[in-house]
């Protein structure tokens, strides 16, 4: 993909293989930082909801040895890439290597600008030292991936549009269409980037408009039918996987609060905003420079503005890092040099403004384990259940997988496991004592209750007993038709049997 991100360089060809291995190297000099501070919340205990989520999918494929199980994962892409070996390990590393090739694509594009090399290894370095982007490339695989692929067809339309490139057009709208897999918020950047093209290319007619309406939205919409027939096929549901209020993929991104009236999405707009001053400036210096393209710097903002009002999550880090790319990627080719360093003061002051970023949600969670040395007290509890029951029997404790599918990554199997797309599980729900030995549930009233958690939150199944309880957690274990006698009945036994 590296002529996605260098359109318009004029270098001096070398060997491919050395182009290839400077590539790589480089590539993992910039996955350093993020590796680390990856592998440093690994050791302290913490795992994101996301990497939780998507490793539960992928043991869940592996265990069952049935792929079409992705019917019941959304987004497929991180899943499936987990395939290789599901573990925290995997997915921070897979992160951090994604992260990596975005700085480096960054990079790329930053070479066009004509300020000083120090200057744009400062912007660069931006995107990389807040905590946001090493909270990202460390904790949300399925959003480094996504932005990864908005980014490349980002640049990829800007070639297109610029410089009229039809062949930048088609990989564009094949990119945005494929990153589906990785976010919903795709087809949304494909209407975005099909609609702005007036913007920046002078139309010949209606039918050249429609032509390229037609080369922006096909793939996505090829994408989205796609999935949802597979959904439909494997679920009965084609929307469900964006719908269903209790599933750990939505749990995964849910906000901390509901933005649901304007007041308070204006504070947060703000709040995100002035953890973003270089989006400001180089807003101000598009509008300066290059007016007819300020409504295309906007797609960001616009989308996230959009996705508030529908009731969507738009988490802050991926707010703030969209704004960081279409920032730096969006800087005019020609801006003086002049420029450069009022733009890297911008630049710099993102990383302690980053910090307010840190101050709610999982992100501040992250924050407090990794840098403030907290003890993850929830991952004790989950890391506790995971013990007691990965070394169960196949098919022997019934769950439901929209709230323990923590505990199932940190158990690093599915076989114990009966779950959702078990086509027994409605079934061992109603008759547990016929197919499982225990019954995991969640005693908290946060949330939506599943069915399972509807029926035996308050009192056990028949015939089970409760075993354990944990911090928002109860365990029950089936029991004998001689244990579950009440202890009278046993005395009274023993006594006839032993008249002695």
């Known amino acids: 993909m590296g002529s996605a991100t260098g359109y318009g360089d004029r270098t001096t060809p070398k060997p491919r293989w050395m182009e290839r291995l400077r590539e790589g190297l480089a590539i993992g000099v910039l996955s350093t930082p993020f590796l680390i501070t990856g592998l440093a919340a690994l050791h302290a205990g913490f795992l994101s909801n996301e990497h939780a989520h998507l490793i539960e999918k992928a043991l869940l494929i592996r265990d069952r040895g049935r792929v079409e199980w992705i019917g019941f994962a959304y987004p497929p892409l991180p899943a499936l890439m987990l395939l290789i070996h599901p573990s925290p390990t995997t997915a921070t590393i897979l992160a951090s290597l994604l992260g990596g090739l975005l700085a480096w694509s960054v990079w790329k594009r930053l070479e066009i ?45 800007l070639a297109f549009a610029r410089h009229g490139r039809t062949d930048a057009a088609f990989l564009s709208a094949l990119l945005i269409g494929f990153s589906f897999y990785a976010s919903f918020y795709a087809p949304a950047f494909a209407i975005a980037f099909a609609l702005s093209t007036p913007l920046f290319t002078h139309l010949r007619g209606i039918r050249h408009g429609i032509a390229i309406l037609l080369v922006m939205l096909f793939p996505s919409a090829l994408s989205i039918g796609a999935w949802m027939y597979l959904a439909w096929l494997f679920t009965g549901a084609p929307l469900g996987f964006l719908y269903e209020p209790g599933s750990s993929l939505l749990a995964a991104l849910r906000p901390e609060e509901a933005f649901l009236s304007p007041t308070p999405m204006i504070r947060e707009l703000l709040q995100r905003l002035t953890s973003a001053p270089l989006y400001i400036g180089a807003g101000l210096l598009i509008a300066w420079q290059q007016p007819r393209r300020l409504p295309a710097y906007l797609i960001p903002l616009a989308l996230n503005w959009l996705a508030w009002n529908l009731g969507w999550a738009f988490p802050r880090e991926l707010s703030l890092s969209l704004w960081t790319l279409f920032a730096l990627s969006g800087i005019p080719a020609r801006t003086p ?65 929209r709230h323990a599918y923590r505990i199932i990554a940190t158990a690093g199997t599915a076989c114990p496991f009966i779950l959702p797309p078990d086509p027994i599980f409605d079934l061992a729900v109603s008759q547990p004592a016929r197919f499982v030995a225990y019954v995991l549930v969640p005693d908290t009233e946060d949330g939506f209750p599943t069915p399972l958690e509807a029926r035996y939150r308050q009192r056990p199944p028949t015939g089970f007993r409760l075993e354990i309880t944990w911090p928002g957690w109860k365990l029950y274990r089936k029991v004998s038709p001689e244990e579950f006698r009440p202890p009278e009945t046993l005395r009274a036994q023993r006594g006839n049997d032993f008249p002695g």
């Open 113 to 157: 600008l004509s300020f000083p090399t120090w200057i744009r290894a400062g912007l660069l370095l931006s995107a990389i030292a807040t905590p946001t982007s090493l909270f990202l490339a460390t904790q949300r695989l399925g959003m480094i991936c996504a932005l990864l692929l908005f980014f490349w067809s980002w640049r990829l339309y």
């Open 337 to 401: 040099r002049r420029w450069g360093l009022p733009l890297l003061l911008l630049a710099l002051l993102q990383i302690p403004a980053g910090w307010f970023a840190t101050r709610q949600g999982e992100m501040e969670r992250w924050w407090t384990v990794v840098f403030e040395k907290h003890s993850p007290e929830m991952e004790t509890v989950e890391r506790e259940i995971a013990t007691y029951l990965r070394s169960q029997t196949c098919s022997s404790v019934l769950t439901d997988d």
